[in-house]
């Protein structure tokens, strides 16, 4: 597994805000996803309707999930494909080294795929001397600095230019040392020269899948590059990794939700490959894999069903909760410590690594809703973050001060007019204060919290119930 | 098995058994009726207006369209784009009959060959099953006469669609293939490989700032035969 690093949340954030080089990456990237998504949105007038729709499918498809992942593997093997069931990413790792083992593969190309960095797939087959080489763009040169993605759609939203073209100088030793990188299209010229060789020398390809078909047994994957539709074609074997919730029951299913995901992820109307994969070669055909497995990945997910945090399963991971997140834009995603980050990995990584190991995540949001907001499949990511926190509460994995001051903040607030008469205080005080500043730089015992953040000085005019009061007499 | 084990730590999970016989039913006939959900109204225009939407569509996502009026004329669009675009006249065309019986006797400069890509082909002619209006992109179900190598290897490919196959929304083209196609392995319709392609290949990795030609085409050409009357630009 990924070295799980959520623990130290709070330390990884405050070293991300210190990091000028994360700090220009992200305040480069952070706008052009926001406005994309929101042209994108505006250009379909229907958008509102379709994620109702979209949510509408996926409670369906989980509410019956067992008739249609078994109708879904009944598909694959009528087309001549292999399903593996997997409970637990050792099992889903063992599964894919037998295949590649069998098909004798010294290379592996992989397409995007977060699900194999959940079973962090790269090193067990490198640790048993098969090379997996990662073909997308962004996740190249991630494998080049021995990173993880810090992002589910641009694995490498952390970088700048320079980075790109210090490690493309630093690991293609054979080329040219005083060659140019006039552009970015350099860049990427370069990377796809070099990644050629490899799809055509590789024994297995290994993509993930952002939706599997009962009705038809396929799996799809959706990309920009073509670098996932070089991975299924060429090699002899395909491999397709996906976790249990990615199944819906048909190809107009997935239409719907495809119509949500590029809107919502890069404010495409549509992705350039969107591919869908349906068994081994037919005879006559020309090209394709002559074999294709699925391995069907559980890893934790049955056990949210039925529980609180059920919705999740919904995620079609679009990223826009990321893209839209005030922490996620401070802190980048390397700072929530495991494969996935922003609102969507505060629920999910609980979920599947334990509440212990990453409690501090549910607590890493402001809970503005803007998550919610935008999500094509509606999952109300600020309620199941604070189901986490009620849970870390109950376990008793909270810090004791902090519990202390919460028992103390509940006293107040089930006693309405001792609350308002401490509020009405504590505003006085902090307005005497702020002498008209505005915002408080620094407060007494509490400079842990005000050394990342300034407190807004309450305005003038008392509290909010104190003014709500006030209209109402005066029949506002 | 672990299989056994999945569908069961599910169904603890939603607090029943196997489905019973009558719901199963239920499921199994929303499979096989497969009901449409909300279709976007930008495609329910008349034909004119569709294929005007797909063009424009195409050459927003960076493709490019020329439209002829006959297939006869095909061979002469190739050289064209070939010559405009500055590329040798060398291509892989799909092994395609219709795309075969053109006259390309008439343009004797033209070399290609009828077989699945090779990462040497600069050029790919790839015969295109339809097109979407709704976002500009065609749909390439893979057969013999259809390989997906050409989809993806060349820098530049080339798709010939008749204007009577370009269709308002995914759904009409899902269900002509479900239509059309039987496949000789499962019965059903769907080919080991269906791409939607909408423009070229390319990638916003760096920076987050799109560049064109990341693994696939760097361009996407797609010739258009006028074959449908109703579909003709009003004059």
Redesign the interface.
């Known amino acids: 597994m990924v070295q799980i690093t959520s623990p130290a949340f709070k330390q990884n954030a405050a070293r991300a805000l210190g990091d000028a080089g994360l700090q220009k ?1 992200l305040g ?2 952070k706008g ?2 926001l406005q994309r998504r929101a042209d994108a949105v505006s250009r ?3 958008f509102e ?2 994620r109702d ?1 979209g949510r509408d ?1 996926k409670n369906h498809t989980l ?9 879904f ?1 009944a ?1 694959v093997e ?3 494909g292999t399903v593996h ?3 637990t990413a050792e ?1 889903a790792r063992a599964t894919v080294l037998d295949i590649c083992r069998k098909a004798d593969a010294k290379t592996v190309t992989k397409g995007k795929s977060m699900i194999s960095e959940e079973i962090a797939i790269n090193d067990h087959l490198e640790a048993h001397g098969i090379t997996p080489v990662e ?4 996740e190249y ?1 991630i494998q080049l600095r021995h990173e993880h993605p810090s992002h589910i759609i ?4 952390h ?3 320079e980075d ?1 073209e210090a490690d493309f100088r630093r690991m293609h030793t054979d080329l040219d040392p005083n060659r140019v990188f006039n552009e ?2 350099d ?3 370069e990377a ?1 020269t070099k ?2 060789s490899r ?2 020398a590789a024994d297995v390809g290994i993509t993930g899948a952002n939706f599997l078909i ?5 799996s799809v994957i959706v990309t ?4 996932g ?2 991975t299924q ?2 090699p002899r074997v395909h491999i397709a990794l996906a976790s ?1 919730e990615k199944v819906v ?5 997935a ?2 939700l ?2 949500l995901l590029a809107r919502s992820a ?1 404010g ?21 894999p002559e074999e294709y497995h699925v391995v ?1 990945i ?1 890893n934790g997910r ?6 609180e945090f ?1 919705e999740m399963l919904r995620c079609i991971r679009c990223a826009a909760c990321m893209n839209h997140c005030p922490v996620y834009g401070v802190t980048g995603g390397h700072a929530y410590g495991w494969v996935y980050p922003g609102p969507m990995g505060s629920v999910l990584t609980p979920s599947l690594v334990g509440i212990d190991k990453a409690a501090l995540l549910p607590n890493a949001s402001t809970f503005c809703g803007k998550c919610e907001s935008v999500c094509p499949v509606k999952i109300p990511l600020p309620n199941l973050m604070r189901h986490w926190r009620e849970r870390e509460f109950e376990r008793h994995l909270t810090p004791r001060a902090v519990r202390r001051n919460l028992g103390l903040w509940a006293w107040f607030a089930k006693r309405p007019g001792m609350y308002r008469l401490a509020t009405r205080a504590a505003m006085g005080t902090l307005s005497l204060l702020a002498r008209g500043k505005g915002v408080f730089r620094s407060l007494p015992l509490a400079g842990g919290w005000t050394e990342g953040r300034d407190l807004p000085a309450p305005e003038p005019g008392g509290t909010f119930m104190a003014r709500y009061a006030k209209m109402q007499r005066e029949g506002r | 098995m672990t299989k056994d084990a999945i569908l069961a730590s599910i169904r603890r999970g939603l607090k029943r058994g196997p489905l019973p016989a009558d719901q199963r039913a239920m499921l199994e006939g929303r499979l096989a009726t497969h009901p449409r959900h909300l279709i976007p109204a930008r495609s329910r225009v008349p034909r004119p207006e569709q294929i005007a939407l797909f063009i424009r569509n195409v050459e927003k996502e960076f493709g490019s369209v020329a439209r002829i009026a006959a297939g006869e004329e095909v061979p002469e669009a190739v050289a064209d784009y070939l010559a405009a675009q500055n590329l040798a006249p060398r291509f892989v065309l799909a092994p395609n009959p219709e795309l075969q019986a053109l006259p390309w006797a008439e343009k004797p400069m033209l070399e290609f060959e009828a077989r699945r890509a090779q990462a040497t082909d600069a050029v790919s002619v790839q015969h295109g099953y339809a097109g979407i209006a709704e976002t500009g992109t065609l749909m390439l179900p893979s057969d013999a006469a259809r390989p997906t190598t050409l989809n993806i290897l060349a820098e530049t490919e080339i798709v010939v669609l008749r204007a009577s196959a370009v269709i308002g929304a995914y759904e009409e083209a899902w269900d002509r293939l479900r239509r059309e196609r039987t496949d000789p392995v499962t019965g059903g319709f769907m080919p080991r490989n269906v791409m939607l392609v909408t423009g070229p290949s390319r990638s916003a990795d760096i920076e987050q700032t799109l560049e064109l030609g990341a693994h696939g085409p760097r361009r996407l050409h797609i010739i258009l035969i006028d074959d449908d009357p109703a579909a003709l630009p009003v004059a």
Do not use: H
Request: aromatic share 10%.
């Open positions: 990456a480069k990237a052009a996803f379909l007038p229907e309707q379709l729709i499918i509410a019956n999930l067992d008739f249609y992942l078994e109708t593997a598909n009528r087309a001549g069931w997997c409970s099992e073909t997308d763009l962004g040169i641009a694995p490498a939203f970088l700048n230019r790109w970015r299209r860049i990427l010229a796809r990644l050629r799809f055509l009962a009705e038809t047994g396929s920009n590059e073509g670098n539709d070089l074609t060429l249990i029951p048909t190809l107009e299913d239409t719907s495809l119509r890069t495409q109307d549509f992705s350039v490959y969107t591919t869908f994969s349906t068994g081994v070669r037919r005879p006559g055909d020309l090209d394709g069907l559980d049955s056990n949210m069903i039925g529980s059920q």
